[in-house]
């Protein structure tokens, strides 16, 4: 398990030695936590690292960084580090997805591979308004999605506390623009919900422009939260992909 980095990288389960890392990118609205049930079932074959935006749970105090390359400028200079000892793959749910793209552009090497899950290509055009829209309209969409417990929704200290930092992740990935430039090099395994109301199976498929490596795309049943209800599917696909198998007869 990795040493936790300032305030960055959170390691919540011991895995053997040497053996690969991956680094998670929650959500928009998203935290380090979120990645806790990953980490516990994967955490006999890989090394399981969350990344923890600034402005939630024990980071409330700082501001959210607001611009999505910012962001991702900072964490991939803590992300390097992680490359050193180990093999490291990315993975990235929705917002985490482009920012793990952009990470991965400026790591300096190449994954092992990296995730994308829930979230349409980079190079993918759409107009996004909801960061735009005043809290009534912006919150019903939050509810709609799911990401955040009801619970603290329905608490108005509660959400005073979080809807700053929801609304700067959604001006974070709603603000954003890719900039073109060279692809990865590493293999891209793209994952998505059937009935996901933020993007269309072909939007995912797309991801395959963005790498000169092997491109492989699931389709799983649900929508845009499809990772929590198909944990086990999306860790099984995970393993195979960075878990050696035993050769046969070995």
Sequence with gaps: MVEEDGLWLRGYHPAPEGAPRLLCFPHGGGSASSYFPFSAALSSSLDVVAVQYPGRQDRLREPVIEDLITLAELIAGHARDLAEDRPLALFGHSMGAVVAFEVARRLGVAPLAFFVSGRRAPSTERTELVHRMGD??????????????????????????????????????????????????????????????LTT?????????????????????????????????VVAIIRDRLVPHPQDGS
Excluded at 204 to 218: C, I, K, N, Q, S
């Design 201 to 233: 199976v072909e939007e995912v498929r797309r991801w395959r422009d963005h790498t000169t490596g092997e491109f492989a795309l699931h389709v799983l049943p649900g929508e845009h939260f499809f990772v929590h209800e198909h944990r086990a599917e």
């Design 136 to 197: 009534e309209g912006f919150l019903a969409e939050v509810r709609r999605l799911g990401a955040t417990d009801p619970r603290v929704l329905d608490n108005p200290r509660l959400l005073g506390a979080v809807l700053p930092m929801l609304r700067g992740d959604y001006n974070a990935i709603g603000d954003y623009r890719y900039r073109p430039g060279p692809p990865l090099t590493c293999p891209v395994i793209a994952l998505t919900g059937d009935a996901d109301p």
